[in-house]
């Protein structure tokens, strides 16, 4: 099971990856059309879609090498049970909370596919296209909270604490 949550968290990072080199793709076009003097419609639009893409599915992946953000002022100071009870707690309310980003994002993708909703742009993109890396992404990032949540539970999550951030709190 390991290694297959592992396979997803860098299978989801790889397409993160892939999605900036669309990033790339779509501006070089678009630089390119304006000094070539054409017009490739909607590069604006696909750079955007690509952009959140990378953004959401990079979420798990970021977890699990523990380069989110946290706010380690209280955490750093607590050790044994109280530690633990604390990090169970944070972990609980992040699945919770992502638990219900990933519904919202299944859903929207969804209801974006059940009523044929297309982009205002000029690209004219069925929305559920974009919108269904945006639910990907949220689902993996759920099963990664899932996973932190029983591994700590079962004491063996290991949180690595980079020297650098604690010069700076």
């Known amino acids: 099971m390991r290694r297959f949550l592992d396979f997803l968290y860098d299978a989801s990072a790889w397409l993160a990856a892939l999605s900036m080199v669309g ?18 419609a909607g590069t604006d639009a696909y750079a955007g879609y690509a952009m959140a893409a990378a953004g959401f599915l990079a979420l798990a992946h970021t977890l699990k090498r523990n380069e989110h953000i946290r706010v380690t002022l209280v955490l750093g100071r607590l050790t044994g049970r109280a530690r633990h009870a604390l990090e169970l707690w944070a972990l609980t309310a992040a699945v919770l909370l ?9 859903r929207l993708a ?12 000029n690209d004219a993109t069925p ?12 689902l993996v990032l759920l099963v990664a909270f899932i996973d932190e949540w029983f591994l ?5 999550r290991r949180v690595v604490e ?5 010069h700076h709190e």
């Open 23 to 40: 990033v790339l793709v779509m501006v070089l076009l678009s630089i390119a059309g304006r000094q070539l003097q054409f017009n490739l």
């Open 110 to 121: 969804w209801v974006s596919w059940s009523i044929h909703d297309i982009s205002t742009s």
């Open 127 to 138: 929305l559920w296209i974009p919108q269904l890396t945006m639910a990907i992404g949220t």
């Open 98 to 106: 992502a638990g219900l980003f990933a519904f919202y994002a299944v």
């Open 162 to 166: 980079s020297e650098e951030a604690l």
């Open 152 to 156: 700590e539970l079962r004491g063996n």
